[in-house]
């Protein structure tokens, strides 16, 4: 396979798409969105049998429960793609949306107005569900989008790309809106990296070294990620309750994941009555993922 070639020939298709996207209406976003979503959740058993085959291969490689935890789909996670999709469809739509103007003393008006950036690039590692993620998001923002995700979910990603792509073409997404990278060479990120002029940003998300890489190598614009120790900072002010239950689901809801909450820091004055009652909230959480966990078993 012509790796080179193959890059520039998804990136062209993206790139006329994209100026298709520009001027499509909110309702044939909103519609490709929630037929993405219903793609999903009806073809969710091809998706739990590619994931399968990567696990597989990923278990074969000896990699650490953690990445497997990022890298595993159920029916559970699939559901909460496709709620991801409708709930962004739900969203106002930013395009033409005008956030700042101002009338010059000689009388012109200078208004600031948002529009589509073009062709977005998203590099990823080992989670199938940035797929649907970073999919709906730039075709509700009017973008075209090229994927490109780990080696490691390459069937699990395929098989999710395929179904969005096909639901959105069906409610009127222009052919090539959504491009997929279906080969893990690396050769693959480096094309991505120097199509300047075919590809507008490029969008890091991963560990430190596949974001330093992209911005040390690109040529293209790109949106530097962060990649990780994050931070819930609760005030003397805090609702008890609200702040609880905010740093539970920070920890617990997916630990594994670059977004989990790592630090925690708390108000001085209210640390002694308020550390107790988390420490009690987050040993309830345990128990019952140590429960769903034999379950599972």
């Given at each position: 396979m012509d790796i080179q070639k193959t890059m520039m020939e998804k990136a062209q298709?993206?790139?006329?798409?994209?100026?298709?996207?520009a001027i499509l209406s909110s309702s044939v976003k909103n519609d490709a969105l929630m037929e993405m979503a219903n793609a999903l959740e009806k073809r969710a058993e091809l998706v739990l049998e590619a994931n399968a085959?990567?696990?597989?291969?990923?278990?074969?490689?000896?990699?650490?429960?953690?990445?497997?935890d990022r890298l595993m789909l159920n029916e559970a996670r699939i559901?909460?793609?496709?709620?991801?999709?409708?709930?962004?469809?739900?969203?106002?739509?930013?395009i033409a949306q005008g956030d700042y103007s101002t009338v010059r003393p000689n009388g012109l008006e200078i208004r600031r107005v948002r529009v589509p950036i073009g062709v977005i690039g998203i590099l990823y590692e080992a989670r199938p569900n940035v797929t649907a993620d970073a999919t709906a998001l730039c075709l509700k923002s009017g973008n075209a989008v090229i994927l490109r995700g780990g080696s490691e979910a390459i069937?699990?990603?395929?098989?999710?790309?395929?179904l969005l792509s096909k639901a959105a073409v069906k409610m009127g997404i222009p052919e090539g809106a959504v491009q997929f990278v279906d080969f893990p060479n690396r050769e693959a990120v480096d094309a991505m990296t120097h199509?300047?002029?075919?590809?507008?940003?490029?969008?890091?998300?991963?560990?430190?070294?596949?974001?330093q890489h992209i911005v040390t190598n690109s040529t293209v614009p790109v949106i530097e990620t962060g990649t990780g120790v994050c931070h819930t900072f609760v005030d003397e002010t805090a609702d008890f309750?609200?702040?609880?239950?905010?740093?539970?689901?920070?920890?617990?809801?997916?630990?594994?994941?670059?977004?989990?909450?790592?630090?925690?820091?708390?108000?001085?004055?209210?640390?002694?009555?308020?550390?107790?009652?988390?420490?009690?909230?987050?040993?309830?959480?345990?128990?019952?993922?140590?429960?769903?966990?034999?379950?599972?078993?």
């Open positions: 298709a993206a790139k006329a798409a994209s100026h298709k996207m085959a990567d696990l597989e291969e990923a278990r074969g490689k000896g990699l650490k429960r953690s990445y497997l559901q909460q793609m496709a709620e991801g999709l409708r709930q962004t469809a739900a969203l106002p739509d930013p069937r699990s990603n395929t098989a999710i790309a395929s199509m300047r002029g075919l590809l507008d940003v490029i969008i890091p998300r991963g560990g430190a070294g596949l974001i309750d609200m702040a609880i239950k905010i740093a539970v689901n920070a920890k617990t809801s997916h630990p594994s994941v670059c977004n989990a909450m790592e630090t925690l820091l708390v108000h001085e004055a209210i640390a002694p009555e308020f550390l107790p009652k988390l420490s009690w909230a987050m040993g309830e959480k345990h128990v019952e993922m140590r429960g769903d966990e034999r379950a599972r078993e």
